[in-house]
């Protein structure tokens, strides 16, 4: 038994040494950023990364906000936002989930974008917060994209309290299935999961990321941050991943359903703001204003000409994200709040 699993060991305590953080020329790790270990359920080495702002932004941090990417996204890929969420006087985690990025892989063949079990993200999301919990000033507001969205809402419905609000953009609640209704792609994973197919590509189509170019696979239409990404990418190989196989696509399904049932959202009472891209061609838009309203405290924002990924949009459509999280950073942690806070404390 991984020493990180075992009965009445801190999961806080399962730290190892520092991890890279990459960068290239105009996409470089902001200030103020370390990367880290942590143990992930069944002791998986998983990589987390902390910025604090600089002190000469605010006298204290506002809080902190926790950003969980899409499929195939590493903390790489959002160094903007966080440099944005850092100027606006926040502390930011980050995050590689297991099977992307520079965690660990969970097959030989790392392009292989594949997943288990719902159950092993959500867990290794709760140690996730509890091994750098004691670092984090309060409130903390969540950010998840797309796949990350989905484990998020599923987090708040199992009734985490420690996160104040969160925002999701294009939250993977009902993915699109193409020509194929989502009956018979359902069927599929079905009959490849029960024929021991868990680990080979969908449609044995391994989606080579070296060969995506911007005009055939973008889900942004800003060609700049795009070409941004692909630097990022093979300036580091290892952060590359492919298509998805049967045991992912299980997963995916799987993490909608359960996020769905309308009592689950009801139960979701802190606020939940769904930035949803107006011209998505990943996730149905309709599935997620459907679920923004029956969230006790939802909002459903959708942007008009946004392709998936918003937050990597072009600076016109990306602002409408930005706006929403400066809306809910000012009611859940205002401007000088930090300020008292810091005074309370020292009186305790």
Request: hydrophobic share 40%.
């Amino acid at each position: 038994m991984n020493a990180s699993t075992a009965p009445g060991v801190n999961r806080a305590a399962a730290f190892a040494a520092n991890a890279p953080l990459m960068g290239v020329p105009g996409a470089s790790s902001p200030p103020g950023g370390v990367g880290e270990w942590y143990r992930g359920a069944g002791g998986l080495r998983l990589r987390a990364a902390l910025w604090t702002p600089s002190p000469s932004i605010e006298d204290a941090p506002r809080g902190t906000v926790i950003i969980s990417p899409g499929r195939t996204e590493p903390i790489e890929k959002y160094f903007e936002l966080i440099g944005n969420l850092l100027a606006r006087g926040f502390c930011v985690l980050a995050h590689d989930w297991r099977g992307q990025g520079l965690s660990a892989r969970l097959l030989p063949d790392r392009l292989r974008g594949h997943a288990r079990a719902v159950e092993e993200f959500l867990d290794d999301y709760a140690r996730l917060m509890d091994a750098f919990e004691a670092r984090l000033p309060k409130p903390w507001i969540a950010i998840g994209h797309s796949m990350g969205a989905a484990l998020n809402l599923l987090t708040l419905e199992a009734g985490e309290t420690r996160i104040a609000g969160a925002l999701l953009s294009s939250p993977m609640l009902r993915i699109r299935t193409g020509k194929r209704s989502l009956w018979s792609a359902k069927m599929a994973v079905k009959w490849n999961l029960r024929h021991g197919k868990a680990g080979d590509y969908v449609l044995d189509d391994p989606d080579d990321p070296f060969d995506h170019t911007f005009e055939t696979d973008a889900l942004t239409s800003d060609e700049s941050r795009y070409e941004l990404w692909r630097q990022q990418l093979y300036a580091c190989p290892h952060l590359a991943l492919g298509g998805p196989t049967w045991g992912w696509l299980a997963f995916a399904f799987d993490a909608g359903e359960r996020a769905l049932k309308p009592k689950a959202l009801k139960r979701v009472t802190m606020p939940v703001s769904i930035v949803q891209a107006g011209e998505d061609t990943i996730v149905w838009k309709q599935t997620n204003r459907w679920a923004a309203k029956r969230l006790g405290r939802g909002r459903y924002v959708e942007v008009d000409g946004a392709r998936h990924e918003v937050i990597m949009e072009t600076d016109d459509l990306r602002a409408a994200f930005l706006r929403e999280f400066d809306a809910m950073a000012d009611y859940l942690a205002p401007r000088g709040s930090q300020q008292v806070q810091a005074e309370s404390a020292e009186l305790v």
